[in-house]
């Protein structure tokens, strides 16, 4: 035991400043000073808040995408349903497709006359169409920069255009289904496509 040098409080011998008056006792020994970590706490803290936050509006854009992609893919039942060729082309067709397909209508006018786009749609993929009730979207998938590449070869290959794909959603739908002409109704399913082009979304099979 020893005192304080300057206000003789008893300390032990390992202490070096006195708990009274704080008064060095030995120059000579260093003062272990407690370290701050306050600033430290309010690093980690505030990195902590920017991971949730940031987590939280990459959840939210989440699940938007998959609430405007279930859109989607409500509405394009609902326009073969209703058999709604202009809607149906505004659905399933970028503008570059569209373009397309009205130069090949306008191509084969030896087969196809003076019929206008949402005409030939109708007639090759929406008069023999089926109603559809009880939608239900089981999964929604978002694919990866393959998916992407994959679907506008496909794109390329089968409507002859060359166009940035967005983001592509594999969407698993289930529903019921029947045809014009008949009154029963089935049990039926599918594996939809559905991509983004110049911020819109479109179906395909």
């Known amino acids: 035991m020893k005192n304080c040098k300057l206000c003789r409080h008893e300390l032990n011998d390992e202490q070096n400043v006195c708990p009274r008056c704080g008064t060095i006792q030995d120059e000579s020994k260093p003062v272990e000073k407690q370290r701050d970590n306050s600033g430290l706490i309010v690093a980690i803290l505030i990195a902590a808040a920017i991971l949730l936050i940031g987590g939280g509006v990459a959840l939210l854009f989440l699940k938007r995408g998959n609430k405007e992609v279930k859109s989607t893919v409500y509405e394009y039942y609902q326009v073969i349903s209703d058999k709604d060729s202009e809607s149906y082309a505004a659905i399933t067709l970028t503008d570059e497709m569209r373009l397309q397909m009205e130069n090949s209508v306008r191509q084969y006018s030896d087969v196809f006359g003076e019929m206008t786009l949402e005409e030939y749609l109708y007639r090759f993929e929406l008069m023999d169409g ?15 920069e393959t998916a992407r590449k994959n679907l506008r070869n496909q794109l390329k290959s089968s409507s002859q255009v060359d166009i940035e794909i967005e983001s592509v959603y594999s969407v698993d739908v289930s529903f019921k289904y029947r045809k014009e002409d008949t009154e029963q109704w089935q049990k039926g399913g599918e594996l939809l496509t559905v991509f983004g082009h110049d911020g819109k979304l479109f179906v395909r099979k």
Do not use: A, L
């Open 130 to 144: 089926y109603t559809y009730d009880d939608i239900s979207i089981r999964k929604v998938s978002e694919g990866d």
